[in-house]
């Protein structure tokens, strides 16, 4: 008799590629499905990581259980993959004024944990009204940690290159047949190519756009991502990433002329030093009106969405990743899937 597997994957960008492994952890048979899109959100981010949100000096939405999941979870995957992608690296936030630096003063002396001061700044840098530095930050190469992901799945005949239809998905019986494949489970991981989802209609995803550039450097510092409001990421070789935009009325994913200046602008407001531009990419941030993930049931029996993943994907999914998977797992044991409100589908989907 067929076996059933456990769950099928739709989409390996950031999100699907790391419920996947999460759930091969816990020895959950998992199927990946993905149409190989090359301008995804997680192919054109830069993948960075920063437990204090710069505007307020504040820390992010449960920094210490993300921080705490994200710094033993992808140096674990590393090693399980035999592939380099995860890269701490502290960010010096150059204060834009004399309020912004006496409130960093004040979080310092307040003893939230996170914010201190740089010994040093690199040269070429302009700060007059001093900086900050946050230490237990860093990027993901988000294209390197698909790839080695991509490369584990196809050795183990998990992962299929096709265009998902959901019109094609049959129910049989308590299962679900997807692409071929039956399944207890299936999770939509699109990111925004969701909005295009019946499965989706009722659930408040939208798109920020974004876009980044990649610029050269000799003599840049490569050890420190800089932020001034904009950021410059020392990525790979000479390679930074000078980002981002957010555009929440725009729903393209073309590069503009007029981002690409503000951008070097910016930079050029932090830096004595000439960048040359590379690479201009643009991609489609899923966000959610009340800024939290899209994780849980859909209306379908068997039907679940990992989504919504925001500005910091990097830093929430492999801990989002965790509640879903503790979730089926009550289900399997006939209780409820108890995913916290904040993040949980039921708090549209409920009525
Ligand atoms: C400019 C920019 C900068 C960013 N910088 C950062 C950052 O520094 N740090 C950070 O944490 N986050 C950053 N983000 C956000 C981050 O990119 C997202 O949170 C994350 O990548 C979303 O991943 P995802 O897998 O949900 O979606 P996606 O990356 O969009 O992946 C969806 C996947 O589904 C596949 N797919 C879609 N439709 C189908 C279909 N019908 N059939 C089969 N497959 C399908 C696609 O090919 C793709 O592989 C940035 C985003 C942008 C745009």
Redesign the pocket.
């Known amino acids: 008799m067929e076996q059933p597997l456990d769950l099928v994957i ?9 419920l996947a492994l999460s759930a091969q952890k816990r020895g959950m048979r998992t199927h990946v ?6 301008r ?10 920063n437990p204090v949100s710069f505007r307020r000096i504040i820390p992010v939405w449960r920094a210490d259980e993300t921080m705490e999941t994200l710094e033993t979870w992808y140096p674990e995957m590393e090693a399980e993959l035999e592939a380099s992608f995860y890269h701490p690296k502290p960010v010096i936030r150059v204060f834009p004024n004399e309020a912004y630096a006496v409130l960093w003063q004040q979080r310092t002396e307040e003893g939230m944990p996170w914010v201190a001061y740089p010994e040093s700044l690199p040269a070429g840098v302009k700060a007059p009204f001093g900086a900050g530095v946050v230490r237990r930050a860093g ?2 190469h ?1 294209p390197r940690f ?1 790839a080695a992901t991509r490369k584990r799945l196809e050795q183990q005949n998990h992962f299929t290159q ?4 959901e019109e094609e998905v049959e129910t049989e019986g308590e299962l679900l047949r997807v692409n071929g494949r039956l399944t207890k489970r299936l999770v939509i ?6 909005l ?2 019946e499965a989706f209609r009722e659930l408040p995803l939208r798109t ?5 550039l990649d610029v050269e450097s000799d003599v840049l510092p490569r050890d420190v991502t800089m932020n001034n409001g904009k ?1 410059l ?1 020392p990525y790979h070789d000479k390679v930074y ?1 000078l ?3 957010y555009e929440w009325q725009r729903s393209d994913e073309e590069p503009t002329d007029e981002v690409k200046a503000a951008l070097l602008e910016k930079a050029a407001a932090m830096l004595d030093v000439p960048l040359k531009v590379t690479a201009h ?6 966000t959610v009106k009340d800024r939290r993930a899209l994780v849980g049931p859909l209306k379908m029996r068997g039907w679940y969405s ?12 492999p801990y989002l990743a965790e509640k879903l998977l503790d979730g089926f797992e009550r289900e399997d044991r006939g209780e409820a899937h108890g995913i916290d409100g904040e993040i949980s589908t039921d708090r549209y989907l409920s009525s």
């Open positions: 739709i989409g390996q960008g950031l999100a699907g590629s790391v499905i993905d149409n190989n899109y090359s995804s959100a997680s192919m054109v981010a830069a993948g960075m990581w990027f993901v988000i698909i096709a265009e998902f239809k991981a699109t990111g925004t190519s969701a295009q989802l920020n756009k974004g876009e980044v950021w990421l990433k980002g981002a935009s990419r643009a991609g489609l941030r899923p990992f989504n919504g993943l925001g500005t910091r994907g990097v830093l929430i999914a």
